[in-house]
């Protein structure tokens, strides 16, 4: 059973920035699709970015040319880079991954951008 770990978070200044990872326990072929959500405080999850298997990736229009996706299969991890910050990144960031037979979340990781 695979299970989603999420670190790189922590607090950055605007205009900094982080790489988040999200490492799988299990093989990373398992798993066809994987993405980033976010959830700032009083407000809904977000999501954020999207990787397959293959590579091909969607980045959501609020973080679109700061923030950018990756996959190692190789290193069962995913990662989120993410430039020029803002204020209203502060989420905690969640990585899922999602097969055929299964969903997968991790426990996330809080990022916070503040001077």
């Known amino acids: 059973q695979v299970q989603l770990v999420e670190s790189g978070g922590g607090l950055a200044q605007p205009g900094g920035s982080l790489r988040l990872s999200c490492v799988s326990t299990g093989s990373m072929f398992s798993i066809d699709r994987m993405d980033w959500y976010r959830q700032a405080a009083g407000k809904d999850r977000e999501w954020v970015a999207a990787?397959?298997?293959?590579?091909?990736?969607r980045i959501a229009d609020a973080v679109s040319g700061r923030f950018m996706v990756s996959r190692d299969n190789l290193r069962n991890t995913m990662y989120l880079q993410m430039n020029d910050l803002k204020p209203e990144d502060t989420a905690v960031y969640y990585c899922?991954?999602?097969?055929?037979?299964?969903?997968?979340w991790g426990q996330g990781t809080q990022v916070t951008v503040s001077s």
């Open positions: 899922r991954g999602r097969s055929q037979d299964d969903d997968y």
């Open positions: 990787i397959n298997l293959g590579g091909s990736i």
